[in-house]
Antibody, heavy 117, light 111 residues
Framework: QVQLVESGGGVVQPGRSLRLSCVVS????????MHWVRQAPGKGLEWVAV????????YYADSVKGRFSISRDNSKNTVYLQMNSLRPEDTAVFYC??????????WGQGILVTVSS | EIVMTQTSLSSPVALGQPASISCRSS???????????LSWLHQRPGQPPRLLIY???NRFSGVPDRFSGSGAGTDFTLKISRVEAEDVGVYYC?????????FGQGTKVEI
């Protein structure tokens, strides 16, 4: 079955960096685009970034553009989100999501990122 | 950016009764290829969202047939024909027609 498992979250000070990883199984990663979506505590869903199946195209929400970078290693079945210059408002659960052309068909369990001094 | 606006349910829903959630987009969601990329997601407390409906009315794998979607253009509806206890949580509409992808603010369903 399809599984997406995020890791790399935690507590980080404002201005610091963190890299999230998403290891997938149950499908051929190289055939699908992948997204990151976040949810601040008690709030709704916010799309963050997308990467195409071969990694050649990447797009970001305005709120993270220039600070976050999405990448993938299809040979390792892994998608990454490099987060730099973190701000308190980036505090959220981050979900790795498979793009089912185009529908958000499978979601990971999520990983909490807390930005606080 | 497309703004997705959902209605709130006025009161808790009784088990076995129907429920309906509306979602309105600030722009027409018909893609240039003729498809309308409007989906519905359900998030139970403490769980990640899961896909219920895609392209307005297509139920995703494993979704019970008591869930149905309808609508066109800018107005869309999710209907639950008979609410069950496991249907509690927050329902989100989302659009993937226009960049950036956006979500509604969520509608809470309580029993």
């Amino acid at each position: 079955q399809v599984q997406l498992v995020e890791s790399g979250g935690g507590v980080v000070q404002p201005g610091r960096s963190l890299r999230l990883s998403c290891v997938v199984s149950g499908f051929t990663l190289s055939n699908y685009g992948m997204h990151w979506v976040r949810q601040a505590p008690g709030k709704g869903l916010e799309w963050v970034a997308v990467i195409s199946s071969d990694g050649s195209e990447k797009y970001y929400a305005d709120s993270v553009k220039g600070r976050f970078s999405i990448s993938r290693d299809n040979s390792k079945n892994t998608v990454y989100l490099q987060m730099n210059s973190l701000r308190p408002e980036d505090t959220a659960v981050f979900y790795c999501v498979k793009d089912g052309n185009p529908k958000f068909d499978y979601w990971g369990q999520g990983i909490l990122v807390t930005v606080s001094s | 950016e497309i703004v997705m606006t959902q209605t709130s349910l006025s009161s808790p829903v009784a088990l076995g009764q129907p429920a309906s959630i509306s979602c309105r987009s600030s722009q027409n969601l018909v893609h240039s290829n003729g498809n309308t990329y409007l989906s519905w997601l359900h998030q139970r407390p403490g769980q990640p969202p899961r896909l219920l409906i895609y392209r307005i009315s297509n139920r995703f794998s494993g979704v019970p047939d008591r869930f149905s979607g309808s609508g066109a253009g800018t107005d869309f509806t999710l209907k639950i024909s008979r609410v069950e206890a496991e249907d509690v949580g927050v329902y989100y509409c989302m659009q993937a027609t226009h960049f950036p992808w956006t979500f509604g603010q969520g509608t809470k369903v309580e029993i």
